[in-house]
């Protein structure tokens, strides 16, 4: 997959040797596309430019020795757009109460904290409306699943974590924290997180590696009184639902009659089948790297062995190419090539494939496209992505308003459908089953989803306001 960047060369052009457009040329040959040209100091013999070219960020250093091949121009020094953006990190806090005079610090802290630290002793759920608790989530992580760089370690992995808590500050209006762990160990991550719970509404657990991360997560959701949620695991789930709901609606198939074969049992995977299962998806095949999972088998991990138990009803077996004839929907969650060209034309008519392993996928789109009805990856540079970022902002944000104790099935099932919800019957076509990310519907309409199934399943401790006038919620309460 090409991912381009800009970066910006500052250059030191002697004018009695070299002309720009000989400079332009050479960028060019390079792979690189001039978008900006500034100068910085012009003189007769030499000028100083920035440069600002776009390019594919393989071919970084390509440009650079095309550059430096050249007679009458020297580099001063070489920016890159996405490193501009991170110096000094991408987050902050900042005050909502600014401290201006003696009044203002006596109030904000010492001696008139005290009076509310008191109030939070008499009744600590005052700490929800008197603190920041009620808006404030951790990313958790250990930087030993990172995208697709694996195990980077925790400050590695502090760019993705201060993205992160961007998304959840600029689409949900949540205060998120990056939370990297110097540590691998389970019980020490769990520990390390109970005892930071206090300062916030929720845990946002991330690019954990499996399998620790569902001990992590299982243990967190029965120890903690808030929610925790491992968004490699659940949100994949939830767009996917919505994309595959969406996707249904336009072949005209019901999802209790269709065969789904899933490859990947990992993190994402084994929280995909669970969310299918829930949503009424009865004859699924769940594969490994050793071939189909059969019920009544004993695997090397009871993650497999419960996913056995749960599914493929006519005990298939053997490879993918094998258990996916005759399936409607083929959903990827594994890695590159696995999915050929021959599996997708053994499919049934109209085949949906979801083929979402990053950054290269089960099939290349562009051979799978002519071969199905509907095709969905995790790439930005195709349609229908299944991105995350449909999804958590706004549970999150449901989950904090109602202060959910836990994020259960209930909620996610809503989630999914709300987010389906927004793709009008005007609008769904093959290349749009999923809105976009932007679509500024999606958090709004996820959040008031999530608060109702949170109420009806009762593990809301509040109702908010909006949803007061709604008599069947109230009544539950």
Known sequence: MAIHTNIICRVEIDKSKITFGEIATAINGAGGDIIAVDVIQAGKLKTIRDITVQLNIEMHQ??????QS????????????????HLGGKIQVVPKVPIK?????????????????TAIVEDPTKVYTLTSKRNTVAVVTDGT???????????????????KAMLFKQLADVDAFPICLQTKDTEEIINIVKGISPTFGGINLEDISSPRCFEIERRLQEELNIPVFHDDQHGTAVVLLAGLINALRLVEKSIRDIKVVVCGVGAAGAACIEMLLVAGVRNLVAVDRCGALVPNTTY?????DRIASKTNPDYEEGSLSEVISGADVFIGVSGPGVLKAEDIKRMAKDPIVFAMANPEPEIDPEVAEPLVRVLATGRSDFPNQINNVLCFPGIFRGALDCRATRINEEMKLAAARAIASIVTDAELNEHYIIPSIFN????????EAVMEAAVKSGVAKRIPRELQSHEELTAIT
């Open 62 to 67: 390509k440009l650079i020795h095309a550059i």
């Open 70 to 85: 050249l007679e009458g121009i020297h580099i001063i020094h070489v920016s890159d757009s996405t490193f501009l953006a």
């Open 101 to 117: 005079n003696r009044e203002d610090l006596s109030r904000v802290y010492t001696p008139g904290v005290a009076r509310v630290c």
């Open 145 to 163: 699943a990172v995208l697709g760089l694996g195990d980077i370690g925790p400050e590695a992995a502090m760019p993705v974590m201060e993205g």
């Open 300 to 304: 090397d991990h009871p993650t497999l």
């Open 440 to 447: 500024d519907k999606v958090v709004s309409s996820v959040r």
